[in-house]
């Protein structure tokens, strides 16, 4: 079964090991995702997030140019395994070549610093998506809130106040006129809700599950995984324990199933349609203990959406189906 996943945060773990001294490679390292592996686990495609955390980078977009090489240092040196596309044409040249595809995204809009020339030209170096926020507050919107106590955890909670800034409208018009595609995952309530608002057409979550299932903000209401089929996005399922169940005795869970993830994909079948449901596995930015391992180990999940009922075509639907129907559309 091919394998389309939307979102991981393997170019940033990279960096960090070359910038300490490592030689990890993108072929072949000890992380989730590397290319032997990920043609092991059938892969078609590949998104690439440039993930940076705004409270440790002083210069953001600084930083995230230091990321756009890393990404492209690392997979133009393996040509005949995979090649980068900024198009649809790019990706179909891929497959019948039988190579791989990676796509270049952004995981935090305010590395833009509120710039729309920023914007642009990470687009004209071939970012193709963009989440508007990760977990602070930016130029352009707010993600759900974060409440710290000295008593406890770190406790999540949803923001239906704060929506996108005007310069944040902006950015999701010029975004949907340029091509690149909105992503709310990591987006708070609010601001997902006016992008609906003040877009036409379809985005995405990459790597946000179902609320009603497990509760953490970051996952999907069922008006929102509703209103997103309605559109024609897709919802990318994410591996991370937290996002597919509740805290176990107080604590927060760290095994990630299969049957978890299936069981996601259920209810938003059940709310959206098979249609809006892709996989967004969140590889790399996890510290879960994930049952199928690693990239590798893919085909033991869509086995366990056959095991559970989902017929042939559904599999291949969430698996890469849904997602490139929409990458057609709008790269």
């Not at 940076?52 to 690392?74: G, I, N, Q, S």
């Not at 609320?211 to 024609?232: C, F, K, Q, V």
């Not at 994909?265 to 690693?294: A, N, P, W, Y």
Request: aromatic residues 10%; glycine residues 8%; contains cysteine.
């Amino acid at each position: 079964m091919n394998v389309v996943d939307m979102h991981c945060d393997t170019i940033a773990e990279l960096y960090y090991s070359h910038r300490d001294g490592g030689n990890a490679s993108v072929l072949e390292n000890s992380l989730h995702i590397d290319l032997k592996r990920m043609q092991k686990g059938q892969y078609l495609l590949q998104n690439f997030a440039l993930f940076v955390h705004m409270e440790r980078e002083k210069e953001p977009f600084a930083y995230a140019m230091k990321l756009v090489d890393t990404f492209y240092r690392e997979l133009e040196a393996w040509p005949e395994l995979i090649g980068i596309v900024k198009s649809w044409e790019d990706i179909e040249a891929n497959r019948k070549a039988g190579r791989m595809s990676a796509l270049l995204t952004l995981e935090e809009g305010g590395v833009c610093q509120g710039e729309l020339a920023y914007l642009r030209d990470f687009y004209r170096l071939g970012a193709r998506m963009m989440t508007l926020t990760w977990n602070f507050q930016n130029e352009l919107a707010s993600p759900n809130r974060i409440i710290r106590s000295p008593e406890g955890p770190v406790r999540f909670a949803p923001d239906t106040e704060h929506g996108l800034t005007p310069r944040g409208i902006e950015f999701v018009r010029e975004m949907e006129r340029l091509g690149m595609i909105i992503d709310v995952s990591h987006l708070g309530d609010a601001g997902i809700w006016d992008v609906f608002r003040y877009t036409t057409k379809p985005f995405v979550a990459s790597h946000s599950n179902a609320r009603s299932l497990a509760s953490h903000p970051r996952n999907l209401t069922d008006d929102m995984i509703r209103a997103l089929a309605e559109r024609g996005g897709v919802a990318g399922i994410n591996f991370c324990a937290a996002f597919l169940r509740d805290e176990e005795d107080g604590k927060e869970p760290v095994h990630s199933y299969c049957r978890d993830m299936v069981a996601h994909m259920k209810h938003m079948r059940r709310t959206g349609g098979i249609g809006c449901i892709g996989l967004g596995t969140d590889f790399d930015g996890i510290t879960s203990q994930v049952e199928l391992v690693d990239c590798s180990g893919m085909q033991m999940l869509a086995d366990e959406m056959s095991r559970q009922g989902f017929t042939t075509g559904e599999i291949e639907a969430v698996f890469y189906g849904n997602v490139l129907r929409l990458y057609k559309e709008l790269l």
